[in-house]
């Protein structure tokens, strides 16, 4: 299969490529009906797939030395519809219906997805080349009230410095 080239990537695939690299983080936690409240240690491994048309991110969530959630997510982008879109498998084993939808606003990615138990939205904000900010909120079915799930500060590391597991 041949790759595409990177320069070809349309620029809302090239915006993708934000995510790509090695991060570890620093996370608090709001204690919900799956979790304690407090705080994690993730680490973040995003590759670029297909030339660049699909980035690939697995998640590890630490806590007290334990990986405590883990996720393996899909960005595209979706033409013509022009949405961006992620798919997320994850160690609580919800399998979504649909992925979640959205667009960029300035430096943000903003990313919604409902199930039968509710909406979630996910907020990726992206400071400099090397740090970004992620939010997740969640809205119970019949609420009408955004809850804080996890919120983050991510920086660039080596993928050297990833742990395995």
């Known amino acids: 299969m041949n790759a595409v080239p990177f320069s070809s ?3 809302d695939h090239q915006r993708l490529q934000a995510l ?3 991060w570890r983080g620093e996370e608090d936690v709001s ?5 304690d409240a ?3 240690t993730p680490e973040v491994l995003a590759e670029p797939e297909f030339g660049g048309l699909f980035v690939v991110q697995r998640y590890r969530q630490r806590r007290d030395g334990t990986v405590s959630l883990g996720s393996h997510n899909v960005f595209g982008f979706g033409q013509p519809g022009g949405v961006f879109t992620m ?3 994850d160690s609580m084993g919800f399998v979504p219906a649909s992925p979640a939808t959205g667009k960029w606003n300035g430096i943000e ?3 919604e997805r409902s199930s039968p138990r509710g909406a979630a939205r996910v907020m ?3 400071d400099d080349a090397d740090a970004y900010r992620m939010a997740l909120h969640f809205k119970p079915a019949g609420s009408d009230a955004w809850q804080d799930m996890v919120s983050g500060l991510y920086r660039r590391v080596s993928p050297s410095e990833l742990r395995e597991g």
């Open 9 to 11: 990537l349309s620029a």
């Open 20 to 22: 790509v690299g090695a």
């Open 31 to 35: 204690g919900t009906q799956w979790t």
């Open 38 to 40: 407090g705080t994690a």
């Open 87 to 89: 798919h997320q498998f």
């Open 109 to 111: 990615l903003i990313l």
């Open 124 to 126: 990726y904000i992206f």
